[in-house]
T-cell receptor, first 115, second 113 residues
Framework: NAGVMQNPRHLVRRRGQEARLRCSPM?????VYWYRQLPEEGLKFMVY????????ESGMPKERFSAEFPKEGPSILRIQQVVRGDSAAYFC?????????????FGDGTRLSIL | KQEVTQIPAALSVPEGENLVLNCSFT??????LQWFRQDPGKGLTSLLLIQSSQREQTSGRLNASLDKSSGRSTLYIAASQPGDSATYLC????????????FGTGTRLLVSP
């Protein structure tokens, strides 16, 4: 049973380009969460999605960031017109549901570097 | 607003020692609490999950306790090994209609042979 798969593992972009980060949840999981870990900081919640729906995006910057989880395929976190401050590790997690006894399982992350 | 603090920020111990990592949170109305391990350049591995109605959970050499009223959790590691070296993260589940995790900044553990 494969875990949460994120790709790419490392992504380098120049300022102004677009970054697309992909996340395939664990089999049987329909809840996806994105977190960001800035250098020397803790992980911060960004967005929570279920299939085809954004449930909560309160942690996501209003500008340039968007997320989707289509009916078919992986969840995508998209960052347009990247800036140096977007350099971070982006982690995706999934869970079977949102009950309190269900742990979130994390992928290995995508490390985004902006030149 | 929920805030999670972990102390110490770093800990270095010789192999074989028993140790305790601490986590405190400001709002006792939590959904659950998870302890994770993060190795350098890697993702998070879930170690233990304690639901808000529970007091502790055990897995192998690990034992996590939860005291909601005082806003504290501890992770106890028995007979530490060099392979335990990693950053340990505490995350509080906030029930905002779903399970949103608020993380501490972690404790970096180094176990020397």
């Amino acid at each position: 049973n494969a875990g949460v798969m994120q790709n790419p593992r490392h992504l380098v972009r120049r300022r102004g380009q677009e970054a697309r980060l992909r996340c395939s949840p664990m089999k049987g999981h329909s809840h996806v969460y994105w977190y960001r870990q800035l250098p020397e900081e803790g992980l911060k919640f960004m967005v929570y999605l279920q299939k085809e729906n954004i449930i909560d995006e309160s942690g996501m910057p209003k500008e340039r960031f968007s997320a989707e989880f289509p009916k078919e395929g992986p969840s995508i976190l998209r960052i347009q017109q990247v800036v140096r401050g977007d350099s971070a590790a982006y982690f995706c997690a999934s869970s079977r549901d949102s009950h309190s006894n269900q742990p979130q399982h994390f992928g290995d992350g995508t490390r985004l570097s902006i030149l | 607003k929920q805030e999670v603090t972990q102390i110490p920020a770093a800990l270095s111990v010789p192999e074989g020692e028993n140790l305790v990592l601490n986590c405190s949170f400001t709002d006792s109305a939590i959904y659950n609490l998870q302890w994770f391990r993060q190795d350098p350049g890697k993702g998070l591995t879930s170690l233990l999950l304690i639901q808000s109605s529970q007091r502790e959970q055990t897995s192998g050499r690990l034992n996590a306790s939860l005291d909601k009223s005082s806003g504290r959790s501890t992770l106890y590691i028995a007979a530490s090994q060099p392979g335990d070296s990693a950053t340990y993260l505490c995350a509080v589940g906030v029930n905002t209609g779903f399970q949103k995790l608020v993380f501490g900044t972690g404790t970096r553990l180094l176990v020397s042979p």
